[in-house]
Antibody, heavy 116, light 107 residues
Framework: EVQLVESGGGLVQPGGSLRLSCAASGFTLSNYWMGWVRQAPGKGLEWVAN????????YYVDSVKGRFTISRDNTENSVFLQMSSLRDADTATYYCVRYNNCYDNWGQGTLVTVSS | DIQMTQSPSTLSASVGDRVIITCRASQSLDSWLAWYQQKPGKAPKLLIY???SLESGVPSRFSGSGSGTEFTLTISSLQPDDFATYYC?????????FGPGTTVDIK
C-alpha cells in the first residue's frame, strides 16, 4: 500500500524557517516525480513544487521561488521541503504528493502556521 | 503561467441529478488535465487524469471530457457521497496550476 506521511509542520514566526519531511513507503521512490501542494485554511489548492525522479530538475510556483527548496533522498525514501523567509501567506496545510497520471497519491498533510 | 478557471463556483443539486462542472485554461493543455475531489478535512482524491481517463477505483458515474482549453467533469447521477469540492488541475508542463474549485452542496 502506498503511503506518504508528512511531518515537520508547526508554528513559526514570520521570517523564520521550517523543514517539512515526507516519508514514502509501499513503492520505489526513485521511479516517481514527487511534489508538494498546499492549502491555506478555508481556501483552494495551490501547487508548490515538483522534483524529478533523480532530483536533477525542480520547479516552483512563483510565490515561493528563492525561499523554498524541494529535495529528496531516494535511499532514505524521503522528500523534503525547506522553507525560509516564511510569511503569513505561507500558512497552510502542506501535502506531499506522488506524480503518476498526475497526483495519484496524497499524504494526510502537515499544518504550517506563520504567526507572531 | 497557465491560469485556470472553473464554473460554477458553487452548485446546489439533489441526489440523482446530473452535474456538470466546467474548467477553462488560459492556453491549450492538449489533454493534460486532471480532476480531484476533496471532502472537508481530507486530502484530495484523483478522479480523472488526461482529461478523460478514469482513475482506478473511481465510480463510473464520473466522467471527463474536453481538450485544448475547455474541459468538463460530469457526474451522471449524484450520490450522497459526492457532495464535496472539485478541482481541476493542469499539468502540461512541470509548473502545475489548480482551478479555484467548485463546491457541490445539497439543494
Amino acid at each position: 500500500e502506498v503511503q506518504l506521511v508528512e511531518s515537520g509542520g508547526g508554528l513559526v514566526q514570520p521570517g523564520g524557517s521550517l523543514r517539512l519531511s515526507c516519508a514514502a513507503s509501499g513503492f520505489t521512490l526513485s521511479n516517481y516525480w514527487m511534489g508538494w501542494v498546499r492549502q491555506a485554511p478555508g481556501k483552494g489548492l495551490e501547487w508548490v513544487a515538483n522534483i524529478k525522479k533523480d532530483g536533477s530538475e525542480k520547479y516552483y510556483v512563483d510565490s515561493v521561488k528563492g525561499r523554498f527548496t524541494i529535495s529528496r533522498d531516494n535511499t532514505e525514501n524521503s522528500v523534503f521541503l525547506q522553507m525560509s523567509s516564511l510569511r503569513d501567506a505561507d500558512t497552510a496545510t502542506y501535502y506531499c504528493v506522488r506524480y503518476n497520471n498526475c497526483y495519484d497519491n496524497w499524504g494526510q498533510g502537515t499544518l504550517v502556521t506563520v504567526s507572531s | 503561467d497557465i491560469q485556470m478557471t472553473q464554473s460554477p463556483s458553487t452548485l446546489s443539486a439533489s441526489v440523482g441529478d446530473r452535474v456538470i462542472i466546467t474548467c477553462r485554461a488560459s492556453q491549450s493543455l492538449d489533454s493534460w488535465l486532471a480532476w480531484y475531489q476533496q471532502k472537508p478535512g481530507k486530502a484530495p482524491k484523483l478522479l480523472i487524469y488526461k482529461a478523460s481517463s478514469l482513475e482506478s477505483g473511481v465510480p463510473s458515474r464520473f466522467s471527463g471530457s474536453g481538450s485544448g482549453t475547455e474541459f468538463t467533469l460530469t457526474i451522471s447521477s449524484l450520490q450522497p457521497d459526492d457532495f464535496a469540492t472539485y478541482y481541476c488541475q493542469q499539468y502540461k508542463s512541470w509548473v502545475f496550476t489548480f482551478g479555484p474549485g467548485t463546491t457541490v452542496d445539497i439543494k
